[in-house]
């Protein structure tokens, strides 16, 4: 089981890029990274999920250095709607072995 | 495509009283999740049944928390008797089948409230 550290807390300003970085140096050569965000009263929604090198979609960007033992998520131009809590997980290649940690919470202000 | 869904939404029991919640996961997914998840913590996972099956029920506390996935479908989520700690928002969750690419879709919760 990969323990994951992210930052307890984030602020941010309207437009700006965001980055939160999240440390997995114990994760095994079979598992991936998944990002999910959950709003409050919300369950969590997914957002991105990758191996290696870098994953874009229309909602955000992960890179993942070669020795992976960390990622990054990268959130281009915030807006007010992005505040939430933000997990990092490291999931197993059968779907198991995972665990939601505290989460990032990301303020953005005007 | 409809998402996941779970009743009731909210609850308030007293201690020691019994109570179940339901969910109905997104059509065709194979496997379903539930969690719990404290007020300031991340969701932590309960059980995950694959069908019918169940995967994973390492932290479910057998000796009061019971759930079922009858034909592969519906689960429901059982405490008996519920304790004061118990107070939380119960989670359900499905994906298309199992393995590690694959995103899990969540239903909105059910607060429950241990008086």
């Known amino acids: 089981l990969a323990k994951t550290t992210q930052p307890i807390s984030m602020d941010s300003y309207e437009g700006q890029e965001v980055n939160i970085t999240c440390s997995h140096n114990n994760i095994a050569t079979n598992d991936y990274i998944t990002w999910y965000q959950q709003f409050p009263s919300q369950g969590p929604r997914f957002i991105i999920q990758g191996y290696k090198t870098k994953v874009t979609n229309e909602v955000a960007s992960l890179f993942i250095p070669a020795d992976r033992k960390s990622s990054t998520l990268s959130l281009p131009r915030v807006s007010l709607s992005d505040t939430a809590v933000y997990y990092c997980l490291v999931v197993d290649n059968y779907g198991q072995n995972f665990v939601f940690g505290p989460g990032t919470r990301l303020s953005v202000l005007p | 495509e409809a998402g996941v869904a779970q009743s009731p939404r909210y609850k308030i029991i007293e201690k020691r009283q019994s109570v179940a919640f339901w969910c109905n996961p997104i059509s065709g997914h194979a496997t379903l999740y539930w969690y719990q998840q404290i007020l300031g913590q991340g969701p932590k996972l309960l059980i995950q049944?694959?069908?019918?099956?169940?995967?994973?029920d390492s932290q479910l506390p057998k000796d009061r928390f019971s759930a079922e996935r009858l034909k592969g479908v519906d689960s429901t989520l059982k405490i008996q008797p519920a304790k004061l700690e118990d107070s939380a928002v119960y989670l359900c969750?499905?994906?298309?089948?199992?393995?590690?690419?694959?995103?899990?879709?969540f239903g909105p919760g059910t607060r429950l409230t241990v008086l």
């Open positions: 969750a499905s994906s298309k089948r199992q393995g590690a690419y694959n995103e899990q879709f």
């Open positions: 049944f694959q069908n019918n099956g169940v995967v994973d």
